[in-house]
């Protein structure tokens, strides 16, 4: 660009207005996305179980770089039953977790697509019950308090529609796939 620009300033021309930064090209304003998805989580012994998650994903509130700053908010839903041997125990698991924290929401240059990186502070319950063997039944529960990172990754079908893929860690891992929906 610039050997296109020496000739006409040599003749006295003024320089052409800069052109913004990729950072601020690809800056869009705050903007709320509900979501919703289903997957599978690690909780448990055998076979992991099954994860709901329904959601708030405000992204756009502030340039860092290429990426944009936003906020996540979540609440996950875990479900397992787990049935193994050699000890034929019937376990199950349930878990509530509310999670909220910042994103870094990095939009992929000419495509739909955007990567998002998160921290979340995450306040659960988890219930468990069963039994081994003949042995007798055991309930159990607890409550906390943890950090967690999520990564996740949205494809824009549209203005207003997304497909989601998120991954999170908080104690129990989950991969939920779902869908997005601006307002």
């Known amino acids: ?16 207005m ?15 996305e509900f979501f919703v998805s289903f997957g ?8 992991g179980g099954v994860a709901l998650r329904a959601g708030v994903d405000f992204t756009g509130l502030a340039p ?6 936003g906020l996540i908010a979540h609440y996950t839903y875990v479900n397992s039953d787990d049935r ?21 929401n990095l939009p992929l240059q000419g495509t739909r697509v955007s990567l998002q990186g998160r921290l ?6 988890v219930n468990a019950s069963g039994r081994c063997g003949s042995g007798s039944y055991v309930a ?21 529609l997304s497909l989601r893929v998120d991954w999170d ?9 779902g869908v997005g929906f601006k307002f």
Request: glycine share 12%; aromatic share 10%.
């Open 64 to 69: 860092v770089g290429p990426a944009n700053l």
């Open 18 to 32: 800069a052109v913004a930064p990729a950072a601020a090209q690809s800056f869009k304003p705050a903007r709320s």
């Open 120 to 125: 979340t502070g995450n306040l659960g319950v």
């Open 84 to 104: 193994w041997r050699p000890w034929e125990c019937d376990w199950r698991y349930t878990a509530h977790v509310v999670s909220a924290g910042p994103s870094l």
């Open 1 to 16: 660009m610039i050997r296109r620009l020496l000739p006409a300033l040599a003749l006295g021309a003024t320089a052409p």
């Open 140 to 160: 159990d529960s607890g409550s906390g308090f943890d950090i967690g990172l999520g990564l996740g990754a949205k494809y824009q079908l549209n203005d207003k």
């Open 169 to 177: 860690d908080w104690g129990y891992s989950t991969l939920s796939f």
């Open 40 to 47: 599978s989580s690690d909780m448990g012994y055998s076979d």
